[in-house]
């Protein structure tokens, strides 16, 4: 092969190699802007819960003092019943004190709903916050991973820098600023395969006779259509490996 083809596809490996790399870390911040969603929400699960349970005890408070209020004019009544003089005197004060009583039994019940309410608001907020410990444990690790990758991904671009500092001291200078140019305006891709006659990445046909060129992979050619330079993977070499690396998927 080529040496200088030989390089340039070297170079368009690490270049793409480094853009994967640039492309996830650059990734991270919305990914983390994503977990500290996931982690508010479960927050405000819980909190939106206890502000139920405190509403529903407040509720409960005020019904509570309806019964004391009752039950304070029940004993005022029935005092005032031992010392009533006439009949109608004591009827008026067995109404008032009748009144006084379904108002307490009215309220007590109010509370003994709310008693219930609070019981399963309570295993509410209980779920809410196993929930909340959960999904922190998630972000934790997903917070590590990408820690992690981060790492990993700052120390393959240092490691891809080095290698195409090599890789571009071996070019010829007038391949090299051609494959930047290329580069600079088709996306980072100056370097394609040509398949069947076809440059694979602009999909356009090139002529037999630079196809042929092409396949013997001892010069650089060029795609007329994508200016890419173009590589030929030869098939009796490429079929075994494609082979192989498809057959453990199932
Ligand atoms: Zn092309």
């Known amino acids: 092969m080529n040496a200088d083809l030989e390089h340039l596809i070297v170079l368009q490996r690490l270049d793409s190699a480094a ?4 492309r996830r870390l650059a990734e991270q911040p919305e990914r ?4 500290e969603a996931q982690l508010s929400a479960a927050r405000d699960v819980v909190a939106a819960s206890k502000t ?15 019964v004391a209020l009752h039950q304070g004019r029940l004993s005022k009544f029935r005092e005032q019943a031992m010392a009533v003089k006439t ?14 009583q379904k108002e307490t039994k009215a309220a007590e019940d109010q509370v003994l709903e709310r008693m219930i309410e609070a019981d399963d608001l309570s295993a509410a907020i209980k779920k809410a916050e196993a929930e909340l410990v959960n999904e922190q444990k998630q972000v934790d690790a ?37 494959f930047e140019l290329v580069s600079s305006r088709r ?4 370097v394609a395969e040509a398949r069947d006659g076809i440059c694979t990445i602009c999909h356009v046909r090139m002529r037999p006779q630079v196809f042929n060129t092409v396949r013997r992979n001892e010069q ?24 192989s690396a498809t057959q ?3």
């Open 87 to 100: 009949n109608q005197e004591y009827h008026a004060i067995q109404k008032e004190i009748e009144f006084a």
């Open 142 to 178: 997903s917070r590590k991973a990408m820690a992690a990758e981060s790492a990993e991904l700052k120390a393959t671009l240092e490691r891809v820098a080095g290698e195409r500092t090599a890789v571009v001291r071996s070019l010829t200078p007038q391949v090299l600023s051609t």
């Open 32 to 35: 983390e802007k994503a977990l």
């Open 19 to 22: 853009h994967d790399a640039r």
């Open 52 to 66: 139920k349970l405190a509403e529903s005890q407040a509720v409960r408070r005020e019904h509570e003092k309806t």
């Open 248 to 250: 453990p998927a199932q």
């Open 187 to 190: 996306n980072g891709i100056a």
């Open 220 to 243: 650089i050619v060029q795609c007329d259509s994508c200016n890419r330079f173009l590589y030929f993977v030869p098939t009796t070499a490429a079929a075994p490996a494609a082979d």
